[in-house]
């Protein structure tokens, strides 16, 4: 059962835009400050003007959500500490986090602090909302891809809250699994610097030129009686870029359509076609769909041209007041010092002003003095119920009513504060730092697709393990046995993404796989938790997506029982040898994933086939980006334009000192495989240095990293 109403929560790039949430009647906000949000390029908030914006929140009775949902690098996390401490004390209501390393620290020293799930943890299921709330979450802001459905079993069955996006812009690749900004211009979506390449136009398969790769914007006001029944906490507008008057727009707009429902329940719930007309002419860039709520993808999603003169509505917000109810008592006794009671919720504050006099002519009027205590201004509070006790023929200056309402008012700011303050749990032991197994692999750990990719691999010296992935995993159990006697390990790749619909085909031949082979490749946290409902004990590898950018993150890693894990792709040789290889696989050769979507090239171009196959994506550059249709999964994976290769880098490499060398074959034929293994060998095992690649190729962040 429901304990509360739906939450309206709004952005704040600026003061000016949390002010305006405020005063269109957001329940919270949620901001970043100038370090560890995902909007790097937002006006942002620095430490006084964080403090600031606490206290004018929780005067008014909302709440306050700290965005820290980037990836940090050691030294980072080494500052987080420090740089949270004053906004907890000063009750911060939440922190959104995307790094595990975070998740881990904010938990350990700061364990009455609420933590919120990012949508750039990609959560696509109720396992993976339950794997977090095991670790210390109490909220979940799910992958914008699911449907309702998929909500509402991820809230009955993990219990923690939802908190899902109801408007606003829309990402074309699951957050937190796009590359793209990053390895073709080296910002980081993962350090808020993304530089949108998804909105630019492509070609597909010669084709003409469409920005097909550009979502829709988000507008899911008329969906808000099905949100609430399937169980959302929290209407999450988007918009920490956006000016206040688009904030304070959509805020009103939300608020005024949530009340409506709980006000008359989904039969008397209609949308306002006026209404919708101004919510959508706030920003006009793109157009609007209501998601994925009802759909699994479709062109219908996808604004395929910028439209020519679309201009935001300007907006005149009006200026109102955001004051909280108050009730009050004031005493005027002839003899006696004036006193004022003030009540606001189970907060009670007394305060005494002057000396009240016998009045010589004429006594105080009870209307006049109520006027005159009610004039609270900008004050955060006014009141509600004023009672006001009168004994005698009494005097008192309207200025000594007005210091006694100024300090009583003062007062109770004071205390309402108070009551949000905290100091953290001093504690002098540090927990135990779980790390990998120190030991190295046999040989090369070899990635393979295709059944002539894994004959190359099967047949080339140096390879110690094997990963199967896409339609190798399905292969019968006798095939995987035969494949085994060959001598060399096998390791099962996991989908890249697990939705339950993922969960219910993989677990139709997972038994033979787990019987078979030594042990699992896993990319999200939905497989790491289904692996321990089958009961799943042998070893378990974590893919470069499931970011260990920093010490904390590669021991949340360990301690949730990765046995080995892969380097990510972002950080460069230096960072990677400041955090260690220990335990952690580099890989050297492959086409890398950029993006990881629902929506589907094919369909949204020709219609879907239902034949899972390859396509190219041609940019401006002339480019070509291979995008693989997995249909089994229903999704789809953009690779990057040419692949990754720091073979030719083997001293650079081997100083490094990683647990293993890692080669992804994708798109290679078999004979390609076996030049590129053959390479690998000849540069690794024989020592022949310097052998060139073939072809065009990346060194990726290998040299540059990110900011």
């Not at 955090?579 to 090239?601: D, K, Q, R, S």
Request: aromatic content about 8%.
């Amino acid at each position: 059962m429901r304990n509360r109403e739906t939450e309206v929560l709004a952005p704040a790039g600026s003061y000016e835009c949390l002010e305006a949430a405020v005063q269109a009647g957001a329940d919270a906000v949620y901001l970043g400050g100038r370090q560890f949000g995902a909007r790097a390029f937002a006006a942002n908030f620095d430490r006084e003007d964080l403090l600031r914006a606490l206290e004018y929140v929780h005067l008014r009775g909302r709440k306050l959500y700290l965005t820290v949902n980037t990836l940090l690098k050691d030294r980072e996390t080494e500052e987080l500490e420090e740089y949270l401490m004053p906004f907890y004390r000063e009750g911060l209501d939440a922190v959104i986090v995307q790094d595990l390393g975070v998740l881990d620290l904010v938990r350990e020293r700061f364990p009455d602090l609420a933590v919120h799930i990012s949508t750039q943890m990609t959560v696509t299921s109720e396992a993976g909302a339950r794997f977090f709330k095991d670790r210390g979450a109490t909220r979940i802001v799910p992958a914008r891809e699911l449907s309702l459905e998929e909500i509402r079993r991820m809230k009955e069955k993990s219990g923690l809250e939802m908190e899902c996006f109801v408007h606003g812009a829309m990402c074309y690749c699951y957050s937190g699994q796009c590359l793209m900004s990053s390895l073709i211009g080296g910002r980081s979506g993962n350090r808020g610097q993304c530089a949108q390449p998804c909105r630019l136009p492509y070609r597909v398969e010669g084709g003409k030129q469409q920005d097909i790769l550009s979502m829709k914007n988000l507008c899911a006001l008329s969906l808000i009686p099905e949100l609430i029944e399937a169980g959302v906490d929290s209407f999450k507008i988007e918009g920490r870029m956006k000016q206040p008057d688009y904030v304070w727009q959509v805020a009103r707009m939300y608020r005024k359509y949530t009340d409506l429902y709980y006000a008359q329940g989904k039969e008397g719930f209609r949308v306002d076609q006026k209404d919708l007309e101004l919510l959508q002419g706030a920003y006009r860039r793109r157009g609007y769909c209501d998601g994925y709520y009802h759909r699994r993808n479709g062109r219908e999603m996808i604004s395929f041209q910028r439209p020519q003169g679309a201009q935001n509505e300007k907006i005149q917000i009006p200026r109102e007041k955001t004051q909280e109810k108050i009730n009050g008592i004031l005493i005027l006794s002839t003899g006696n010092r004036a006193k004022l009671e003030l009540d606001h919720g189970e907060i009670h504050v007394e305060v005494e002003g002057d000396l009240v006099q016998q009045a010589q002519n004429q006594p105080l009027d009870r209307e006049r003095v109520e006027r005159q205590m009610r004039k609270t201004g900008d004050e955060p509070f006014c009141f509600q119920d004023l009672k006001i006790r009168i004994e005698g023929e009494v005097f008192l200056p309207m200025q000594a009513l007005n210091s006694l309402r100024r300090e009583g008012i003062g007062r109770l700011k004071e205390a309402v504060l108070l009551a949000e303050r905290r100091e953290p749990e001093v504690s002098d032991r540090e927990k135990k730092r779980e790390s990998f197994p120190q030991e190295k692999a046999s040989g090369f750990l070899v990635r393979v697709e295709t059944r002539g990719q894994l004959e190359a691999a099967l047949a080339a010296p140096g390879v110690g393990e094997i990963i199967l992935d896409g339609p190798l995993t399905e292969e019968p159990e006798e095939f995987l046995r035969d494949v085994k006697s060959q001598g060399k390990g096998l390791v099962f790749a996991m989908p890249h993404l697990f939705r339950e619909d993922a969960a219910r085909r993989f677990g139709t031949f997972y038994e033979g796989l787990a019987r078979v082979c030594d042990g699992a490749l896993i990319r999200n946290w939905e497989s790491r938790q289904w692996l321990l409902d089958q009961g799943f004990e042998k070893k378990i590898c974590s893919d470069a997506n499931l970011y260990g950018w920093n010490q904390r993150s590669r021991s949340f890693l360990a301690e949730n029982g990765i046995w080995r894990a892969t380097a990510p792709v972002e950080l460069n040789r230096r960072e990677l040898a400041r955090l260690g290889m220990e335990g952690t696989y580099l890989i050297i050769y492959g086409y890398l994933p950029v993006m990881l979507t629902a929506n589907c090239i094919q369909k949204s171009g020709t219609g879907c086939s239902r034949a899972e196959g390859l396509l190219f994506l041609e940019d401006r550059q002339k480019k070509k980006f291979p995008v693989k249709n997995c249909c089994r999964y229903c999704y789809n994976i953009i690779y990057n334009c040419a692949p990754l290769d720091l073979i030719s880098l083997a001293d650079e490499v081997e100083s490094l000192d990683p647990a293993g060398l890692r080669i992804d074959l994708t798109l290679e034929t078999k004979e390609e495989a076996e030049r590129i293994l053959k390479r690998c060998y000849r540069t690794f095992v024989l020592g022949e240095k310097d052998l060139p690649p073939e072809g065009e190729y990346t060194r990726g962040h290998f040299k540059r990293g990110v900011k």
